[in-house]
C-alpha cells in the first residue's frame, strides 16, 4: 500500500528564519536528492567541464536586459523581451532567476537555457528541466501574468522544446518543492544512488562518494574508479628570507628584494606554503582568500603555525556530527584503536618493504603484529597510548636498518633513536620536518571539507595543536613521511652538507629543506592501489577522500572508518 505523500507548507509567519529554496535546487532534488542535499543543505559545491559549460550558456542570459512590465501593464499588441528576472514565491517559499520571459499577444512564457544538446526521450526534455520550468510558470502566475507554457532552449543544438504545465506536471513540481523542504528539515542526507549512470559525470563524485559509501554500507557494489580529473594545482612553497609575494592579474609573483624569482599561475596554485619572514601584499592575500587558496605558515625552521583561509567551508552539519562525537568516549575509543592499529600495520609493512640489515626481522614484525592485536583490542585511551609508545620504540629502533649501508655512522647521519625539540641529528630533523609538512597537509584538508582540526577524538584538544589532523595522519606517517625520509636519504638527495649544528642541535639548510620537500611532493603525488576499494588513486588525492569518509562515518552514514593499510 502506498503511503499518502504530506506537504511540509512553507512558514509564512513573521520571524520565521526559513531561506526560500532556488529553483535550481528544485531541478537537482529531482535529479538526485543526494545532490540536492549536499548542495543545499551542507553547502558543497565543485566545479567541472558541465558546470563550466553551464555558465557559459548563460553568458547572455545573466545581464539585465528589458522591462518586466506590470501585469495589468500587458495587453495583446505588448512584446516581451526580459533578461535576469528574480522572482519569489512566499505560497511555496521558492526563489528564481528566470533567464528570459518572452511575451505577446496578452501571454507571456519564461525561458530556461540549458546546456549540451536535445535529448531524444519523451516529450524531448528530462523531468528535471520540465519540473523547473513548471516551477518559473507558477511564480509568474503568482505574481499575476498570464502564462500557462515554458520553453527550454538548449545551447549546443540551438533547438527550443515547448513545456505546458498541464495536471500531472503541475502535481510533480509540488511534490518536488515539498520533497526538497522535508528532505532539508529533516537534516538526514539521502543515501546515495546504486551504480547509477549519473554518477560519473556528476561535479560533485569526489564529495559524494556514492559507489564508496554503497559499498562500505552494503557490500554489494565495487567501487567504480574515481571518476574525477586529477587536480593539477600544486603547493607553492616560498622559504626565501624577505621574500615578498604579490598578485599581478591572474598570477603570483615572488620576489627578493626587488627581483622577481619566480611565478605561478594562481590556477595552477593549491596552496601557498610560507616559510620564515616571507610577507604577502593585500591584493594577494584578499585575492587567495577569495578563491579559497589556503596559505599555510611556518616557522623558519619548518614548524607548523597555522593556515589562511577566506570564509572557510560552509558545512555546519558535518561539525556538528564531529562534536558530538568526539564527546562519546565509546566511540573515541573506537576510532582511536583503528588509527592506531593501522599505524603500526604501516610501519611493519615500511620495515618489511625496506629492511637493508644482515639478518632478518622476524622477530621485530612479529613483535609489531602483536602490538597492533593489542591495540585493536585495547579497553581504554590510557592503555592504547602505551601500547602506540612501545610499538613506536620498536619500529624507529628497526628505521636504521631500513637506510643504506654507508651512510649511517658519516657526519650528521648517525642514529641514536627518535629524538624531537630539537632533533640531534640529520635522520631526526628530516623526520620533524617532514611530519610538521603531514600537519600541514593534513589541517588544509581537514579544513577544505568542513571538519574542524582542532577537535580530536585520540589526541586531546589543546590550545593551537590541530588534534584530529595529528589523529588522521597517524596512519600516514609511515606510508608519506618516513618514506620520503627513506628516499631523500637513500637517493643521495640530502647529505651532512644539508645541515648546520649548533649548540648539540641540528636544522637543514636551506637547500636541505628544498630536497625534502620535492620528495615530499613526489611522495605525495605517487599512486597507490587503494586496499580496499581496488581503484589507483595518488595519496594527494586519498587524503580528501579518506577525509569525507570520515565525515560520512561521524554522520553514520557507513557502519566504520576504512584505513588505508597497504600490504
Not at 628497526?398 to 637506510?403: D, E, L, M, N, P
Request: charged share 25%; aromatic share 8%.
Amino acid at each position: 500500500m502506498r503511503q499518502p505523500e504530506l506537504a511540509l507548507a512553507y512558514p509564512l509567519a513573521a520571524g520565521a528564519e526559513v531561506p526560500l529554496l532556488p529553483a535550481r535546487m528544485i531541478n537537482e532534488f529531482v535529479y538526485c536528492p543526494r545532490l540536492a542535499y549536499l548542495e543545499w543543505v551542507q553547502g558543497e559545491w565543485a566545479d567541472s567541464a558541465d558546470t563550466a559549460e553551464g555558465r557559459f550558456a548563460h553568458r547572455r542570459t545573466d545581464d539585465t536586459r528589458g522591462a518586466m512590465p506590470e501585469p495589468e501593464a500587458i495587453d495583446e499588441s505588448a512584446t516581451i523581451h526580459a533578461r535576469s528576472i528574480t522572482l519569489a514565491s512566499e505560497t511555496l517559499g521558492v526563489i528564481a532567476k528566470l533567464d528570459l520571459v518572452e511575451g505577446d499577444d496578452g501571454e507571456i512564457r519564461p525561458v530556461d537555457t540549458k546546456r549540451g544538446r536535445r535529448p531524444h526521450v519523451e516529450r524531448s526534455a528530462y523531468m528535471p528541466e520540465r519540473v523547473q520550468v513548471g516551477l518559473q510558470i507558477l511564480l509568474l502566475r503568482e505574481h499575476g501574468y498570464n502564462c500557462t507554457e515554458g520553453i527550454l532552449y538548449f545551447a549546443e543544438s540551438r533547438e527550443r522544446v515547448l513545456v505546458a504545465l498541464d495536471d500531472d506536471l503541475h502535481a510533480e513540481v509540488l511534490k518536488a518543492v515539498h520533497g526538497m523542504r522535508l528532505m532539508a528539515a529533516s537534516s538526514h542526507i539521502p543515501p546515495p544512488l546504486e551504480d547509477s549512470p549519473k554518477c560519473p559525470r556528476c561535479s560533485l563524485i569526489g564529495i559524494c562518494l556514492p559507489d564508496e559509501v554503497s559499498w562500505l554500507r552494503t557490500g554489494r557494489i565495487e567501487p567504480r574508479p574515481l571518476a574525477v580529473s586529477n587536480v593539477e594545482a600544486l603547493p607553492m612553497v616560498v622559504q626565501e628570507h624577505r621574500a615578498r609575494i604579490s598578485k599581478d592579474g591572474d598570477t603570483l609573483e615572488v620576489s627578493v628584494e626587488g627581483a622577481k624569482v619566480a611565478t605561478g599561475r594562481l590556477a595552477e596554485v593549491s596552496q601557498l606554503v610560507v616559510y620564515g619572514n616571507a610577507s604577502i601584499t593585500t591584493p594577494a592575500l584578499h585575492e587567495l582568500m577569495r578563491r579559497e587558496i589556503p596559505v599555510s605558515w611556518h616557522s623558519y625552521g619548518g614548524w607548523f603555525l597555522g593556515h589562511t583561509v577566506g570564509l572557510g567551508h560552509r558545512n555546519v552539519e558535518v561539525r556538528a556530527h564531529q562534536w558530538r562525537q568526539s564527546f562519546d568516549d565509546g566511540f573515541c575509543l573506537r576510532l582511536a584503536r583503528g588509527l592506531v592499529a593501522a599505524k603500526i600495520r604501516n610501519a611493519r609493512t615500511l620495515l618489511r618493504r625496506n629492511w637493508r640489515g644482515e639478518t632478518p626481522p622476524d622477530a621485530l614484525l612479529a613483535a609489531l603484529n602483536r602490538d597492533r592485536e593489542e591495540a585493536e583490542s585495547a579497553h581504554d585511551q590510557a592503555v592504547l597510548l602505551g601500547i602506540e609508545g612501545m610499538a613506536a620504540r620498536r619500529y624507529f629502533e628497526g628505521f636504521a636498518a631500513c637506510i643504506a649501508p654507508g651512510m649511517l655512522g658519516e657526519g650528521h647521519f648517525e642514529w641514536q633513536g627518535r629524538n624531537r625539540r630539537p632533533p640531534t641529528d640529520l635522520v631526526n630533523a628530516l623526520l620533524s620536518f617532514t611530519y610538521a609538512m603531514l600537519t600541514r597537509a593534513w589541517t588544509v584538508q581537514i579544513s577544505a571539507v568542513g571538519l574542524d582540526a582542532y577537535r580530536g577524538f585520540y589526541h586531546q584538544p589543546r590550545y593551537g595543536r590541530p588534534a584530529l589532523a595529528l589523529d588522521m595522519m597517524e596512519p600516514f606517517r609511515p606510508l608519506v613521511a618516513d618514506s620520503a625520509v627513506l628516499l631523500a636519504i637513500n637517493n643521495g638527495e640530502v647529505g651532512p652538507v644539508d645541515v648546520v649544528q649548533r649548540a648539540g642541535a641540528v636544522a637543514l639548510t636551506p637547500a636541505g629543506r628544498r630536497a625534502i620537500i620535492a620528495t615530499f611532493e613526489r611522495r605525495l603525488d605517487q599512486e597507490i592501489t587503494h586496499p580496499l576499494f581496488g581503484y589507483r588513486v595518488a595519496y594527494r588525492r586519498l587524503f580528501e577522500v579518506q577525509a569525507r569518509l570520515l565525515g560520512r562515518f561521524l554522520a553514520g552514514e557507513i557502519p566504520d572508518l576504512p584505513h588505508v593499510t597497504p600490504r
